[in-house]
């Protein structure tokens, strides 16, 4: 016990040297970044197992050790979640000022011997703290959560060392390095320093039947080539080698060549860690597949609910309905008939038209009020719910029909729901989806002059609320999260397509670098560029548990917002002299990096789609949830549809 100051670390230490406070000594906002409901370093282990811990300090880097010794006259046989560590990172979330400034992301990597974490600041601002493997590996982790938290607390962690068996008297370790580093840049870059520690890149991790798959394997020390074993699936694999003084370099690459998962492992020594590539149909292929899924087996064609797209329950093989908000006919479900209007743009079949026709049906029947522009919460024009986010889904919904059937009655409703949207104080609400470019666009097309007018007033109107709350994002559904920030991006950079006043670009600018800190750069292709969220298995899925969600579809939010980014860039260096003389350089790579961006997030969430047409609405990635099983795809086909629409809808960056 006690507290020590070294470097630019503070910390206290309880009991057995866990660690009770761990802060950066010159962060004004004193933010403790080991904060919950377990103390850092608390263990974990079976019985026979005695353990000890220790820390040291490395030059200006606080060292951890564990070790692990079985006192028991057997073999100790350890499977995956037998033996585990808190690691409580700080976060969760509270009202935004806390979040930005005393909060963090927690970007885990729980790759062997090459195992890592990067926590950034929620804000963005100052000093962040990094954790890599010294001694040892993780194979995985888990959380534990507090139910009366709901949404708002991602829990604490519990990291699982990569150990299988502790012999009688025998002793093992584990040991990990803590360090601050400026960005995620910096962070890269000290692990690519760090000796003896590979690091696996690749600007994707999710690839269509027919790409080639390239990935980039950086160590440093004092290795022949001959010494680094490269594979595929346990395959050896041909790697290119270069190096530049002690550090080496290989690139490996290979044809993906049918729908399945591919894990590149990477063993240097007696150390190892791997990397984990999706291979998936082709764009067209899978939603082709998913449309006739849909009105094969998602459609209700009976009944109060007829024409309606339902829940599927790929385990019991049938539609499931509920009243209850997110099981319902309505909501984010809509998803499925903006993905049937949006294909059938390209590809017309009778069979799913009229598929789309009776879906279309039931909402003009039992959802949309057009006498009011009312967008009800479920059938029977229901509205134990005004939920605000149903208006923005619909009006979308009924873009892609106008733009479908060329039919202006579908184009007034989508301009009745926004406009409903807006009489209920919309502008103060930070919506998911809001279409209001796209229903600008169409309305000034077709000669709807006054009501375009009208759309981009409620646009600018948005967008100065947004404006003028800054970075003190209001709460939703969740205090804080991606898809409030995605919104502030999407609407921001909306009136700036609308008007062209450069102060709504830059607003945009502002809330897109909090937004990009959602995500994170795991060689994993669930965790690759796909947002934190870690709540929605549980509102959606069949099996109700919380706990990290990657993917989950609303992630692809951010990609959206990348490629309306990279959208306008293109524009202004296309459009203006300065753009063309000035600066060029720098806004063709800003370009280029935000068109990577929106490809890794939009094809990041296409592992929820199987070449057969089914779907899960969310893959819950921890090993275990307050000790329940995770680790897999939720079996209902809920709300997903949004991820596969928004890449048909930017196939040119998917």
Known sequence: ??????????????????????????????MNWAEGEHLW??????????????HEWDGKNLKEIYWFKNESRYPIYIQKGDLGIYQTWNDNYQEADICLTRRCHTHIWCGGDASYVMAVRMGGEGKHLGLRM??????????????????????DFIVHPNIDCIQP?????????????????????????????????????????????????????DYEKEDIQISRNGVPIQAWWSQDRDRKKAIVSFPVMEEADDCIQVQYGKKRTWARIHGMESLESLTKNRCHFLADHQQEMLGELKGAYLIFDN????????????????????????????????????????????????????????????????????????????YPWMAQFFIEVYRLKKDVTYLNYAFLCMKR???????SFYAIGVPNTA?????????????????KEYAVAHAEVIRKNGLNYPEHEVNYEQSIVAPAVNLLL???????????????????????????????????????????????????????????????????ECVRMAQILREIGEGSEQGKENGMKQRTEEEAFYKEAAKASLRGCLNLFRKDGTASCAYVYPHTVNGVKAGYYDPWANDQDWALYYAYQYQEFC
């Not at 750069?521 to 709540?535: F, G, M, S, T």
């Open 134 to 155: 010294t001694e040892g590996g993780l194979a995985g982790y888990s959380v534990v959560r507090r139910p009366e938290q709901r949404s708002n607390d991602r829990g």
């Open 169 to 221: 008297g025998e002793e093992k370790r584990i040991a990990w390095t803590l360090f601050w580093f400026r960005n995620q840049e910096d962070f890269y870059d000290t692990l690519k320093e760090t000796y003896d520690f590979p690091v696996i890149e690749s600007e994707q991790f999710s690839y269509f039947v027919g790409e080639e798959a390239k990935l980039t394997i950086s160590i440093r020390g």
């Open 421 to 427: 949207y807006y009489e209920k104080d919309g502008a």
């Open 439 to 455: 229903l600008y666009w169409c309305l000034d097309a077709e000669g709807m002059y006054k009501e375009a007018e009208k759309v």
């Open 315 to 390: 385990e019991e093989q049938k539609r499931y309905y509920s009243h209850s908000h997110d099981h319902n006919s309505c909501r984010e479900r809509v998803a499925m008939g903006c993905l049937m209007a949006s294909w059938l743009q390209r590809h017309r079949e009778s069979e799913l038209e009229q598929s789309l026709d009776a879906y279309l049906e039931f909402i003009e029947r039992e959802i949309f009020l057009v006498s009011t522009g009312d967008v009800c919460n479920d059938c029977h024009h229901n509205m134990d719910w005004d939920r605000m986010y149903n």
């Open 1 to 30: 016990m006690g507290t020590e100051k070294q470097g630019e670390f503070y910390v206290e230490f309880g009991e057995q040297d866990t660690i009770r406070v761990l802060r950066n000594r010159y962060d004004e906002y004193e």
């Open 41 to 54: 370093g608390t263990v974990i282990c079976p019985e026979g197992i005695r353990t000890k811990k220790s």
């Open 494 to 560: 909306q009136a700036y397509q609308l008007t062209k006043n450069p102060v709504y670009l830059k607003e945009g600018r502002m809330h897109m670098a909090v937004l990009l800190l959602f995500n994170g750069k795991a060689p994993d292709y669930h965790l690759y560029e796909n947002a934190i969220r870690h709540w929605d298995g549980y509102w959606f899925g069949k099996r109700r548990l919380y706990g990290d969600t990657f993917p989950h579809y609303w992630s692809t939010l951010t990609g959206v």
